[in-house]
């Protein structure tokens, strides 16, 4: 492993490099407008895994964007990771939040900033340089497979597709996944579970057109009022979620899990200070931590409707809309929770309108258990690297293919993340430390050498 | 009399002509775009009113946009009868909903059909066709001055200025204003109040930057769910506006008034189907007219906030937004009811959230009484076009000159519109019926027969 370790240490530059160039590229899934750039970043992926010394190096088409697939399989008696990661990116709007180009990556207090660099570009290369040395080395210890799609910010809606038509080759003994957090440089961390995801679309419909709100204020409903009091109504008085049933499958934290928590080094006042806000909230009898990673929670992403615009229209709406989604727990089914929103938001119809809900991608809960060779293996490189042993904490955001992946393949995936909350994925301004990439890649190869040891 | 009325209605192709004519330019005082626009059509009023026959055709300039002044004195023991209307216009948007171009009028099923026909184009223009007719019979039987504006639809905010500064030359015993409905073209009805405006814009911020629902959902407060909540207690279980004080100053209806109102042939039905709603709502204990017309209200007018494009992306929005209006009747004072929001609204702020009230241009409520000599005259001259005692009945909307007219020149106003719910102002496909447009040329004219001998 010295060998290995010297010659990551040596790729430092290099690897940085390589990341930058993919950085630049724009793979933004969600907007059809980028769709060349985004089959050029794929084009890109294929090109960086050959260069690393990989073989079958091919693009694994879908109705959607492709996946990116490459393998080194040295002895069928050792065991097989399959990397995941995903080489699209989040929109980068709102543009003028940034303080340098979102496709421009810049190191500025040894962070790298662009969008993508720690999700998932930036972690998801840490494999990459971490097999390449590894292979360069001639010491790669497990067979190693990489998938590497381009729709995880659209809800990898053909993933399942492309993992069906390829179970074969994408067979193994687990898979990895670089897409999360850990607490702090100095506190590392493993992702144990991860939270599913139920998102919907509402509009309120009140009269067939806009108003003057002089000549027709108090006569008919708003449906922006309307909107509000419906969505008003989604939490009671302990913050919990008021939609009937949304508890029932609902696996509680255990004691343990509660425990290690409460030896995470969270500050409340830290957090909130760092967030801008001056206190908490949420559930009930959680903290923050357990809020997030435990428990199911509704939010609106996005509330639409009326003008806008500079100064004052006097106008009543006819519509109102709001992006709802619910984050959600083991044993909670993303379909059936949608369907319980949708089925109790109609039901909060006020007379004198109408209501309409649609879906939007949906995922499942994951758990990873402690106890398996996976965990164990990560948890060893991580003390390795760190000097510490990890906290087994879940994450509060959603991998749904961590469920597919259960369902499709019979596979457990290990969430070995480096990121951090400051990178303030999705945002702007979002970076990824260069310290994180470098002890990353590190901590990688370790697990490579520890997960081949189990068998 | 018979004079007046045959050369009107010789002149009724050239008069539509010219109405057409100031449809065609895009006055939209709201856009700063439109400026070039605002000021030719300026131009164009000037044309109009000099063509008309009238003296002293100029415009008095402001900070803002000019407005347009013209008279035509026969004799000072005569009175003077001063007309407003404005020849600004609503933005167009959403155009993609109009049946044929905002500012291409086109008569289609005997209306005209452009931003601006009812509100207020077609409307003051009645009063220039009148004017001319009985200046070119030579039968004028009072002395009128014409002040038309530039604003109107962005508050007016320079017309005090314009008033202040040309007090004598404004001087008159009443002013005339058409830029109201009736009841229908065989129930015409005449505006006697109209309803004051406070118009405020709300601003609830949680976290300092857009955060990825997924890691912080649950942890913080989400300021579009808080904003909801908080515009849901603005009324209570009886349609009541629930800020403290709100009510206090306001004049109830009398028992005459509400006598009136039910001598309306409204139907719910039709009204409700008209609007496409399967039914009507708002403060218990009054009828749908009476709410309009006779009572204090409060909507929301806009909200924003989160991600509202195509698809879904999982953020909890830094910021949530609203445009909040409240239509005022006697006494109510729009600063104090303002002030009153203000404070109110920031009180409801949720732990965990900051909130911000601006304040944007309101007007106060007004009331013309029935035994005026105005108001007499006008009576008669709906008698002699229609055939019918038109209903006394108080608008919904808002004409805030009305107010400053009375604090500045100590004139009532008398609101002669012909305008009809249907007309859509402020709405996409907005028009005018040429019925209306011709009949109330005819009644203005007989308004300034009666007028004259009230003297």
């Known amino acids: 492993m010295d060998h290995v370790v010297e010659h990551l240490q040596s790729k430092r530059d290099d690897n940085l490099e390589q990341l930058f160039q993919l950085l630049k590229i724009p793979s933004v899934s969600a907007d059809p407008a980028f769709k060349d750039q985004v089959l050029a970043c794929a084009e890109k992926v294929r090109q960086q895994l050959t260069n690393a010394g990989l073989d079958g190096v091919r693009l694994l088409p879908s109705h959607g964007n492709p996946a990116v697939y490459a393998e080194k399989i040295i002895d069928s008696n050792r065991p097989t990771l399959l990397v995941y990661g995903h080489y699209d990116v989040q929109p980068a709007d709102p543009l003028e939040l940034w303080d340098s180009e979102p496709f421009e990556p810049v190191i500025r207090d040894e962070k790298i900033y662009a969008r993508g660099a720690a999700d998932d570009k930036g972690q998801f290369y840490m494999h990459v340089a971490a097999v390449a040395s590894m292979i360069a080395c001639d010491t790669l210890p497990c067979n190693v497979k990489f998938l590497i799609e381009g729709e995880e910010e659209v809800g990898s809606v053909h993933l399942g597709d492309i993992v069906e038509a390829n179970r074969e080759l994408l067979a193994a003994d687990t898979i990895l996944v ?49 909107l509000c009091q419906m969505i008003a109504t989604l939490h009671d008085d302990h913050g919990r979620v008021a939609v009937p049933g949304f508890y029932d499958d609902v696996v509680a934290l255990d004691e343990s899990e509660r425990a290690g928590y409460a030896k995470v080094p969270f500050s409340e006042e830290v957090y909130s200070a760092s967030l801008g806000v001056n206190s908490l909230a949420g559930e009930e009898g959680y903290t923050a931590l357990e809020r997030v990673g435990g428990r199911p ?16 229209k006097t106008v009543i709406a006819s519509k109102a809309h709001a992006k709802i989604s619910m984050r959600l727990v083991p044993n909670q089914n993303s379909q059936v929770i949608s369907d319980a ?33 996976a965990y164990q293996a990560a948890s060893q490189a991580y003390e390795q690297t760190f000097k510490k042993t990890p906290l087994p904490l879940r994450s509060g955001g959603s991998i749904p293919l961590v469920h597919m992946f259960k369902q499709k393949l019979g596979l457990d995936t290990i969430m070995m993340g480096f990121g951090l909350d400051s990178d303030a994925i999705h945002s702007p301004n979002e970076s990824y430390g260069v310290f994180n990439f470098h002890r990353g890649a590190e901590t990688i190869a370790w697990f490579h050498h520890f997960f081949a040891n189990t068998k």
């Open 178 to 226: 670089s897409d999360t957090s850990m607490v702090a440089n100095d506190v590392p961390s493993i992702t144990t579970g991860v939270r599913g995801l139920s998102y919907l679309e509402v509009t309120v419909t009140g009269p067939n057109r806009d108003l003057h709100s002089g000549m027709y204020g108090g006569a008919v409903v708003n449906p922006i009022n309307a």
């Open 297 to 312: 929670t509704l939010d609106v992403n996005g509330i639409w409707g009326g003008y806008m615009g500079e100064g004052a």
């Open 341 to 373: 929103f949708k089925t109790h938001f109609e039901s909060l119809a006020i007379a004198g309108t109408t209501v309409d809900v649609i879906y939007h991608h949906g995922g499942e809960p994951g758990l990873m258990p402690l106890d398996s060779d």
